[in-house]
């Protein structure tokens, strides 16, 4: 069966627009996976990459700068990620960027974001390795909500029983918080120890204030504040009063002793002390004895003046006067 020409335009219409279809699809993949620009070769180490897959794509704040290239295990806990990057963009992307691996909106592709950095280092050359930063995935977060809920439950019920205990009056919050006077005591002693509180504050800025209006510098407290060897010199003045103190007690013990003796016991001191006769008589002694020795000194003056005996007081005196005028050239 020999086909129209009608046909055959048609059939050639279909193959070109599906040749011209073919070629955009191909084109808009490749500018996709950057098969026809120029790109530069970037790697990332992840501890996990959350179901990250090769070709996602990787946006650098906010803009797609290329793809994943590769993934790889390094060991059992560092996966190598390879980045293909736009050359355009390298000099964006400093070496102190950071990368991290996320989703494109809720429920999207995994991919990679390029989080810049301070912007003060170099732009990243071919080959090298930037920072990593790995967020928690859904997976962790559900465990983890999942532990917190447990705990929470036997929180709730730790809780119960300790509100159940104090509705009950049990324990000593218990009984604050239901036992009236227990309560007005509490408040009566924290009242005490405010006005407490509040005295020994004036009390301290008083010590303050005179210990502010001590002349430090010339004042003895100032003294034996800054100059040590003043300070230890007091130091052995109160050890040596101390020592003193401490023997002028032993004297005394032993003055209390004798003084006890002497009005206990029966020695010459004692009758002297106690026996009035004695005394009176020893006195009357004493006073003849005086008499005598002013009458013994008045008859030596007479023998001084008799003429038998004058020249021998003369004699006396002029030895005398002689010793002490050699006394005088010495």
Do not use: C, W
């Amino acid at each position: 069966m020999r086909k129209t020409s009608g046909e055959k335009l048609k059939l050639g219409l279909f193959v070109i627009i599906g040749l011209l279809l073919f070629t955009v699809a191909i084109y808009l993949i490749g500018e996709r996976q950057n098969l026809f620009g120029k790109s530069d070769l970037i790697s990332v180490k992840f501890s996990n990459t959350n179901g990250l897959n090769k070709g996602n794509n990787v946006r650098y704040s906010g803009i797609n700068v290329g793809t994943v290239e590769g993934i790889s295990m390094l060991n059992d806990s560092v996966i190598k990620v390879d980045l293909l990057i736009e050359k355009k963009m390298m000099s964006y992307i400093k070496k102190d960027a950071i990368a991290t691996i996320g989703t494109d909106g809720l429920v999207g592709n995994m991919l990679v974001n390029i989080i810049p950095g301070k912007g003060k280092e170099a732009s990243v050359e071919p080959g090298d390795y930037i920072k990593s930063y790995t967020k928690i995935g859904a997976d962790e977060m559900l465990n983890t909500l999942n532990v917190t809920n447990e705990n929470a439950a036997l929180l709730t019920v730790d809780l119960l029983k300790i509100t159940n205990a104090i509705n009950n009056e049990k324990g000593t919050l218990g009984m604050l918080i239901n036992d009236s006077v227990t309560s007005n005591e509490i408040k009566q002693t924290i009242f005490n120890l405010q006005k407490t509180s509040y005295k020994a504050s004036k009390t301290m800025d008083v010590l303050q204030s005179k210990i502010e209006s001590i002349n430090l510098e010339n004042s003895v407290a100032g003294v034996l504040v800054n100059d040590k060897e003043q300070a230890q010199k007091m130091k052995n003045i109160i050890t040596n009063l101390e020592v003193s103190s401490q023997q002028i007690n032993t004297t005394l013990d032993s003055i209390n002793k004798t003084i006890s003796q002497i009005k206990n016991g029966k020695g010459a001191v004692n009758y002297l002390s106690t026996d009035k006769e004695f005394v009176k008589n020893l006195d009357q002694t004493i006073k003849n004895l005086n008499e005598g020795t002013d009458k013994f000194n008045q008859s030596m003056e007479a023998l001084k003046h008799n003429f038998l005996l004058r020249g021998y007081f003369k004699k006396l005196a002029k030895e005398q006067e002689k010793v002490e005028k050699e006394r005088l050239k010495k």
